[in-house]
């Protein structure tokens, strides 16, 4: 299976990249990498088990990061999955919610 990442996904990672930078220590970093990295193995093994972000939706998310960062991902009608945005988690929830709907 295919993984897009939108461009707000993009953004949104590179936020908390640079905001992780400054709180963080590199190897805690590198363990939200591999833990992108094991995301995605998911992913092409198909294996989407990750819980739904509202019961109404089709947004699912994974927690990564020591439960810090989530990802939230959905699967497209040609079958493959985008993720939409990566969101940490101490973060204003309803600034998620806004974001959300505007995707």
Do not use: C
């Not at 908390?16 to 193995?41: A, G, P, R, V, Y």
């Amino acid at each position: 299976m295919k993984i897009i990442y939108s461009e707000t996904a993009l953004k949104t990672l590179s936020e908390i990249i640079d905001f992780l930078e400054h709180k963080w220590t590199s190897k805690e970093i590198d363990n939200l990498k591999n833990d992108i990295f094991k995301f995605e193995q998911t992913i092409y093994e198909n294996i989407i088990t990750h819980q739904y972000y509202l019961k109404e939706s089709e947004i699912r998310f994974m927690l990564i990061a020591k439960k810090q960062v989530k990802i939230f991902y959905k699967k497209t009608i040609d079958n493959k999955v985008q993720v939409i945005a990566f969101w940490y988690s101490k973060g204003s929830t309803p600034n998620l919610r806004k974001l959300l709907k505007s995707l």
